[in-house]
C-alpha cells in the first residue's frame, strides 16, 4: 500500500533567505521550517508565470544530517573565501560544508561538524567568519557566543603559499634531477589512474545527485494528487490503493523488507539474549530479594505522609529451614506425650 502522506498545518515559515553569489546567477535560497525544514530551496528572481499561479521552487538541495531528522536551519552564512557554507540548526549543532566551487550549492556532501549550544533551547541564530577564515563565531538562542579555530584552507592562503613556495624555490638550470627511490610514491601511472577514479567518483556523485533532484521532484508531484485527490468530494476520491502503479514490485519489495529484517534478527539474536540475559541477572540481584517496596502515603489536607519500609525477602534456605520447624512442632512422637521413652519392642 502506499504511505499516507501527513498534510501540513500551514505554511511554512521562512527562516532565512539570501542571494546567490554566482557570477551572472539571478536566483536566491530559502530556508524554511516546519514540513519544509532540513531543505535549501533555490528560487528565481523572474518569480511565477503569473500571480494567480503559485510560486515552485526551481531546486530544493538536501542538506546532509539536517534533511533525514527535519531540523530546521535558523542561520545559514558562506566563509570569507566562498567555499564553505556555514549552517546553524535548531539542535544547537553548527555544521561547515565544502563547496565544489565558490559560492556553489549544487551539492552537499562532506560536512565537518560541531555541537556546542544546548541541544533543547541553543538554536543557532548567528554565524560568522573573519576575513581570514581562521575563526568561526557561533550565537544561540540560550544567550552563548562561541568562538572556533577553523583554520579553513582558502583561496588566499593557497595563493600565498604557492606565491612563498615560489619565491623560496631556488633556480638553477644546472641542477640534477633525482631519482625517486620511495616505493609508496605515486607513478605517473598511478596520477593517471587516481585522477580518472576521481572524475568518475565526480561524475557518479553528480548523476547520484541529479537522480535525488528527480525523485524529490516526483515526490512533490506526487503530493499534490495525493492532495488534490483529497479535495475532490468522497465519492470522487481516490484510495491509496488506486495510487499503485505495479502490484508486483510492491510485493517484490515488501518480500525483499521481510528478508532485510530476518537478517537483522539474526545478527541480533546473540545480542538479545545477552542483554535478557543480563536484566534477568538484575532482577535477581535487586528485584527479586524485595518483600516490600516502599510505599507513601499523602494527606490531602495537609502536607502529612507516612512511608513504609523496604522489607527483603528471606532466603530460600531461611524458609525451608522455617518449614522444617514448623512440621517438626506440629509432629509430635509417643515419648515426648508420656514425657519419657517408650520401651523398644523386639
Known amino acids: ?28 535560497w530559502v530556508s524554511m521550517g516546519g514540513y519544509d ?3 535549501l530551496y533555490c528560487c528565481s528572481l523572474d518569480g511565477a508565470g503569473g ?33 564553505y557554507l556555514l ?51 557561533s550565537g544561540g538562542a540560550d544567550g552563548n557566543i562561541f568562538v572556533y579555530t577553523a583554520s579553513l584552507p582558502t583561496a588566499i592562503e593557497k595563493r600565498m603559499t604557492a606565491a612563498a613556495a615560489l619565491e623560496k624555490a631556488p633556480v638553477s638550470l644546472d641542477r640534477e634531477s633525482k631519482d625517486i627511490e ?11 589512474q587516481k585522477a580518472e577514479h576521481d572524475r568518475k ?29 483529497r479535495e475532490l468530494p468522497a465519492h470522487l476520491q481516490l484510495g491509496t490503493e488506486e495510487f499503485v502503479m505495479d502490484r508486483e514490485l510492491e510485493a517484490r519489495l515488501q518480500e525483499e523488507a521481510k528478508q532485510k529484517e530476518e537478517l537483522v534478527h539474526r545478527e541480533m539474536a546473540w545480542e538479545g539474549e545477552k542483554q535478557e540475559l543480563a536484566l534477568h541477572k538484575l532482577r535477581n540481584r535487586y528485584k527479586d530479594v524485595v518483600e516490600c517496596e516502599r510505599v507513601t502515603v499523602w494527606a490531602f489536607g495537609s502536607e502529612l505522609h507516612v512511608s513504609s519500609f523496604r522489607a527483603a525477602a528471606p532466603s530460600k534456605e531461611y524458609l525451608q529451614l522455617v518449614e522444617k520447624v514448623v512440621s517438626s512442632e506440629l509432629t509430635q512422637t509417643p515419648w515426648t506425650v508420656a514425657g519419657k521413652r517408650p520401651k523398644q519392642v523386639r
Do not use: C
Not at 182 to 192: F, T
Not at 206 to 223: C, D, M, N, W
Open 1 to 28: 500500500a502506499v504511505e499516507e502522506v501527513e498534510k501540513p498545518a500551514g505554511p511554512s515559515p521562512i527562516l532565512q533567505a539570501f542571494y546567490s553569489r554566482e557570477e551572472e546567477d539571478k536566483t536566491f
Open 37 to 39: 525544514a532540513g531543505y
Open 51 to 83: 500571480e494567480s499561479e503559485p510560486y515552485e521552487a526551481t531546486q530544493s538541495v538536501p542538506v546532509p544530517a539536517f534533511a533525514g531528522d527535519d531540523l530546521p536551519l535558523h542561520s545559514l552564512t558562506f566563509s570569507a573565501s566562498g567555499e
Open 87 to 137: 549552517a546553524g540548526a535548531s539542535n544547537g549543532s553548527v555544521r561547515v560544508h565544502p563547496l565544489a566551487s565558490a559560492y556553489s550549492l549544487s551539492s552537499l556532501q562532506a560536512y565537518w561538524a560541531l555541537s556546542m549550544h544546548d541541544n533543547h533551547y541553543g538554536a543557532v541564530t548567528q554565524l560568522a567568519t573573519t576575513y581570514d577564515d581562521q575563526y568561526v563565531l
Open 182 to 192: 620511495d616505493p609508496n610514491h605515486y607513478s605517473i601511472e598511478d596520477a593517471k
Open 201 to 229: 567518483m565526480k561524475l557518479a556523485e553528480e548523476k547520484k545527485q541529479r537522480v535525488r533532484r528527480e525523485v524529490a521532484s516526483l515526490r512533490r508531484t506526487f503530493r499534490k494528487l495525493q492532495q488534490r485527490s
